[in-house]
Structures are given as C-alpha cells and as structure tokens.
C-alpha cells in the first residue's frame, strides 16, 4: 500500500535560515504532490502543487523539489521568519481516480527570533 | 467569497450520543470530502461526496459513520453511538470539480472538533 513519510516530526530554526523539509513515499508514482501549512486548531491550507515532470517549483520564499528517482520531495523556506512556525503537511494522491489525498504526518516548524 | 463552513467548530458528547458534523462548501464548489484527524496522527481520507451521491467511501468506518450531501443544505457527517476513539477532528474540504491527475486544488474548513467523554 501507498505510504507518505515526512522524516522530522519538529524543525527548530533560526530566523533568517532556511528550513528544509522532507517527504518521502513509497510504493506510488503519484501524477504530483502537494504541500500544506496546518496552523494549531486550525484546517490546512494548500501552498504549493509540483508535478511529476517538474523538478522545482517557486513560490515568494518557498521552494519546492520533486525527485521522482528518489520518490523524495524537498520543502524550503528561505529567509525564514517567525510567522513562518506551524505544521507543514506533504500530500498525494491516494487513486488515480482523484478523489482522495494521503498526507504525511506533518513536520512542525519553530523558527526563533 | 465565504471558504468552507463547517460547525459546530467544537462538539463534545457522551458515550453511546451521537455526533452531526456539517459542512458548507466554498460558493460554486459541487465536490465535498471529509477527513479525520487523530491526535498524533495524520489526515485520513473518509469519503468524498458530490450533491446527492457517495462517490467514495473507502476511508469510512464500516459501522456508525455516515454521510450525507443533499441537494439543499450542507453535507452532513453522522456519527452514531460515539466511542472514545472517535474523539479528533474533522475536517470537510471542497473543490470545483475533483481532483483528478491535473491537480484541482482543494479548500479546507477550519474543522470541527470532537470530544467524546
């Protein structure tokens, strides 16, 4: 069966570092991935979607990478700041039918002052 | 332009009550999925619905989960008979059409909590 693991449960950072978060599945080729950001009490909400032919996408401070070889996806968030704290959630597929997503179990973020 | 309603934000209920959770999607969204969230643990899919039809429902519990997406009014998750374990949240999410290998985004609510005592 499908699995999704995002390798760091919690990331402390400086502000003004890069966090770099990882998630890694098995037993899939998924068409693409998503990445999420989850607040405390609070739904996700989408951030970034990078396709299986795309190799990197941009978005303001966030980068994403897709290594389809690897079945690893990388999430960075450049000159991070403290706003930046919350979980962070990798998601695909779970049919090629679309009508559901499995997510990782999130990497929460802390970036320091 | 309202994102996706869903109440009540907390719930708490007793052992054996049950538990109605419901969700009104984003405006001109057709497409609604429920999802749970136990503590420690990640977003599990439950089922994915369009108006008036169960399109899947792989990820429900066999027995006391329900759900509903009439032509009028919210979609509705039921819990029957509650137990302990059913105690996380639940999310609903929408999307104009569904997500397919091209990517349609879709939009969480905020959640409704569920505390069984």
């Known amino acids: 069966s499908q699995k999704i693991e995002q390798n760091s449960e919690a990331l402390n950072i400086q502000e003004g570092k890069t966090a770099t978060l990882t998630c890694n599945y098995t037993?899939?080729?998924?068409?693409?991935l998503q990445w999420y950001r989850q607040d405390p009490g609070r739904g996700p909400v989408f951030l970034l979607l990078?396709?299986?032919?795309?190799k990197e996408k941009r978005k303001e401070r966030l980068k994403v990478t897709f290594d389809t070889t690897l079945k690893q996806s990388l999430f960075h968030i450049t000159a991070s700041q403290p706003a930046d704290s919350a979980t962070y959630l990798c998601?695909?597929?779970?049919?090629?039918?679309?009508?559901?997503?499995?997510f990782g179990k999130g990497t929460t973020l802390s970036v320091s002052s | 332009n309202a994102g996706v309603m869903q109440n009540p934000r907390h719930l708490v209920r007793r052992r054996g009550q049950e538990a109605r959770l419901r969700c009104s999607p984003m405006?001109?969204?057709?497409?609604v999925y429920w999802y749970r969230q136990l503590p420690e643990e990640g977003l599990k899919f439950m089922v994915y619905?369009?108006?008036?039809?169960?399109?899947?429902e792989s990820g429900m519990p066999k027995e006391r989960f329900s759900a509903e997406f009439p032509k009028e009014g919210p979609s509705i998750l039921r819990i029957q008979q509650v137990v302990r374990g059913d105690s996380a949240a639940y999310f609903c999410?929408?999307?104009?059409?569904?997500?397919?290998?091209?990517?349609?985004?879709?939009?969480f609510g905020e959640g409704s909590w569920l505390t069984v005592v």
């Open positions: 999410a929408s999307s104009p059409a569904v997500q397919t290998v091209s990517g349609n985004t879709i939009y």
């Open positions: 998601a695909l597929l779970l049919n090629q039918a679309g009508t559901a997503l499995i």
């Open positions: 619905l369009q108006k008036e039809n169960i399109i899947d």
């Open positions: 990078i396709r299986e032919n795309e």
């Open positions: 405006k001109g969204h057709s497409h």
């Open positions: 037993n899939y080729s998924p068409a693409y």
